[in-house]
């Protein structure tokens, strides 16, 4: 029996999709083609003429369904009213990649259902992935349920983390974390697209994924993706996670209390003032 909740979340999963779709095919329409890469603001922030192009048929697939749905998107910021629905959008997750064609990017749209996040589509259109997700619902790629993995212990657990942009500003810069999992681990990836880490912790192919620094459009899709596919989701002390705090730990719920351990005991190994600023 289909309640009205459920319909309504099946909606709004569907829309999601059509609009990460569309905006990974305009992502791919543009590879090897580009023409504007430019900074905008911090050091190697990028951001390009796809960036925008995919925003903006997104936003026009999201309100000509949901008119009265308010949309925080990357690139043009929060519009709408406030209300019940806010839909948070990054056209283009991991656009350094992508203006190298690195192929680690994708399309993240996730909804906030009363502030909680309820929805979440993630689009890698390199390797035409689609990875879907509702409160509920349950999780899939390419429409087959996905589950997280099974790994018991962190020293049989393959973890990703990223690095802000503001790392050359601050000691908070997540270094010390890295080389600490990097002990402690099979490995620590650095992909450079958080909505697809969370993605690929849905799905098993990463067993934990830690960051500070993130935006909502970075976290909501997938935040939806590993809650449902049986994952767990908190702050690194394992309190409640607060989107607007920018820091996420999320695993496979297995090492969930390991690593958060470990987070709360790494101690900073390098003094950032030695390490060279960016060049301009
Ligand atoms: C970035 C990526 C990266 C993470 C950065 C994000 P962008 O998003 O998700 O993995 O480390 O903090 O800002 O700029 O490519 O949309
Ligand atoms: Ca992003
Ligand atoms: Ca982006």
Not at 23 to 45: N, S, V
Not at 122 to 144: H, K, M, S, V, Y
Request: glycine share 8%; hydrophobic share 40%.
């Amino acid at each position: 029996m289909v309640n009205a909740q459920t319909a309504e979340l099946q909606i709004f999963l569907d829309v999601a999709t059509e609009a990460a779709l569309t905006g990974g095919a305009i992502l791919q329409a543009f590879t090897g083609k580009l023409e504007q890469i430019q900074e905008k603001g911090r050091p190697g922030d990028l951001v390009t003429e796809a960036d925008k192009a995919a925003e903006a048929a997104i936003l026009e697939i999201i309100r000509r369904h949901f008119p009265s749905h308010a949309i925080l998107a990357e690139e043009s910021g929060r519009s709408g009213d406030e209300g019940d629905w806010l839909w948070a959008i990054d056209p283009l997750d991991g656009t350094t990649n992508y203006a190298h064609q690195y192929p680690a990017y994708c399309c993240s749209i996730g909804l906030l259902v009363k502030g909680i996040p309820q929805v979440g589509v993630i689009f890698d259109p390199f390797r035409q992935e689609l990875f879907r997700a509702a409160t509920g619902l349950g999780a899939t790629c390419n429409r087959r349920s996905i589950r997280v993995s099974q790994t018991e212990h962190l020293r049989q657990s393959l973890l990703v983390t990223g690095f802000a942009y503001d790392r050359h500003q601050t000691p908070d810069n997540n270094y010390a974390e890295f080389c600490h999992f990097t002990h402690l681990t099979q490995g620590v990836r650095r992909s450079g697209s958080a909505a697809l880490d969370l993605a690929y912790v849905a799905c098993g192919r990463l067993d934990g994924f830690w960051e500070r620094g993130l935006s909502p459009w970075d976290m909501v899709a997938g935040v939806v993706l590993v809650l449902e596919s049986g994952g767990e989701v908190t702050a690194y002390d394992r309190s409640s996670f607060v989107l607007e705090s920018g820091r996420i730990l999320a695993t496979n719920g297995r090492i969930h209390q390991e690593i958060s351990q470990e987070l709360l005991q790494v101690k900073p190994l390098v003094d950032s003032s030695h390490l060279p600023s960016l060049k301009t």
